[in-house]
């Protein structure tokens, strides 16, 4: 049923000002004509008052009226209603929104009289999706809507909003441009195996495929490993023997730079997670357990829950104790987290004098280093800009109109990047052009995957499953009967 008319509320369930239900395709003016009663009717050659048609409306503009369920002889609300008429809109379909009072009662009633009339209720990212396979945008835009609505920082925002214009896209297809420029001259060369040389130049498809192509694929991919925690977060955790101050620590964290994010189904784990907003750089920062040793079940759990989301992370604050000596069990944490990314973070430092030197032993010297009081904020500000340089360097300064791919992209870039490789190879072997042939075209449809050229339905249905407007929403609600 790919050409149904789908329909949906577009706005959170809840009680505000608007609310909008949306329907997209062949049906959706005759649905909307159905319950829609224009106010201002025209006076016909008659004389007497009648309803404007509603072919007459014109396209991209409001509309004010009354959805009304004629069956039932009653008026739902007072809307503003839009009418856009295809292909100049979000699916490239005929689109009709209305405007409603927002209320979960009202938005679902109207929502239900659409579905009567002959709607069917939208998937999640159904809209989008549509957008997408009407050749309107390409899968890295359709990632961006996603990555735009759940946003975590203003830094994040920029990064979805240059891949919603087309950023990466367009840097895809230059790509895969010179790739097909290579692989005619190839195919050329096979058709022509007598006069090969005369059609392909062995020394400029190298020069191109090693200047041109794989240095912008490595190029795209340390974007990814520099600046990805711009958009997807920077996964953070403060370790340390009990009583140290890491719960202090946290809070005052939190107090300071709680991020404005809701919770997105399905992305918090067994332990209470906290977004920061440290710099522009989403920080995820978990309330976690110890990590000492004890026979208590129910700590057990917790200290493995928090071994679990140390491995999984990307930066470990590791915080001692700067008024109480060192202990084995300060150099026994170390020994389990020494292998990832740390700052040792050295507290209570308003109980020493400012010169005071803490023991520590030699290996730990090279750790980046801060003194705090999480008690009295000291040496916050100092602690956040280590934070920010050691997560992104240089990448945290300026990130308008930089294109930084998300894992996927990292995946097939990586993908690319090898036969793009072992392309060189074949030529620099002088190999038959049919094996060149085959990893240029290989390496044109991993290029193909990240804009959706070539990406396989499962990888689709999985990137528009992770909206959740459409039917989650709806699903929630309990209609009215009757
Ligand atoms: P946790 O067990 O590591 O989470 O430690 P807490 O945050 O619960 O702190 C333990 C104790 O140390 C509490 O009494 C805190 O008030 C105190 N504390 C934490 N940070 C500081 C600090 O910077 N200076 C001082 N003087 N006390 C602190």
Known sequence: MENATIAAIATPIGRGGIGIVKISGKDAFSIAESIFKKSGAVTSDSGKKREPSFASLKSHRLYHGYIVDEGKGTVLDEVLLSVMVAPRTYTTED???????????????????????????????????????????????????????????????????????????????????????????????????????????????????????????????????????????????????????????????????????????????????????????????????GLHETDDPVEVIGIEKTQEYI??????????????????????????????????????WDLVKDDFKLDIPESWNTLPQIKISALYGRGMSELKDLIANLS?????????????????????????????????????????????????KEAMDSLGEIIGDTAKDDVIDQIFSRFCIGTVSYTHLTLPTN
């Not at 907003?277 to 357990?289: F, L, Q, S, Y």
């Not at 202990?327 to 700052?343: A, G």
């Not at 990448?395 to 995946?411: A, D």
Request: hydrophobic share 40%.
């Open 95 to 289: 689109i009709v929104e209305i405007n409603t009072h927002s209320g979960p009662v009202v938005l679902s009633a109207i929502l239900d009289l659409v579905l009567k009339k002959g709607g069917k209720l939208a998937e999640p990212g159904e809209f989008t999706k549509r957008a997408y396979l009407n050749g309107r945008i390409d899968l890295t835009q359709a990632e961006a809507v996603i990555d735009i609505i759940n946003s975590k920082t203003e830094k994040s925002l920029e990064i979805a909003a240059s891949h919603i214009k087309g950023g990466l896209k367009k840097k895809i297809e230059t790509i895969r441009g010179v790739l097909l420029d290579i692989l005619v001259e190839t195919e050329t060369a096979i058709d022509f195996c007598d006069d090969a040389g005369d059609v392909f130049n062995s020394e400029k498809t190298i020069e191109m495929l090693e200047r041109v192509i794989i240095d912008d694929l490595k190029g795209l991919i340390e974007k990814y490993e520099n600046a990805h925690v711009l958009r997807d977060g920077l996964k953070m955790v403060v370790v340390g023997r009990p009583n140290v101050g890491k719960s202090s620590l946290m809070n005052r964290l939190i107090q300071e730079d709680r991020a404005i994010v809701t919770p997105i189904p399905g992305t918090t784990r067994d332990l209470i997670e906290e977004t920061l907003n440290i710099h522009g750089i989403p920080v995820i920062i978990a309330d976690t357990a």
């Open 392 to 440: 992104i360097g240089e990448y945290g300064i300026e990130v308008q109109n930089k294109i930084i791919p998300n894992l996927r992209h990292k995946t097939a870039l990586e993908r690319t990047l090898q036969v793009c490789v072992s392309a060189v190879e074949e030529i620099r072997k002088e190999t038959s052009f049919e094996f060149i042939a085959i990893d240029i």
């Open 311 to 348: 491995s999984d992370s990307d930066l470990i604050l590791f915080m001692v104790d700067a008024s109480d000596p060192l202990t084995v069990e300060d150099e026994n944490i170390y020994k389990i987290i020494s292998n990832k990314r740390l700052i040792l973070v050295i507290n209570k």
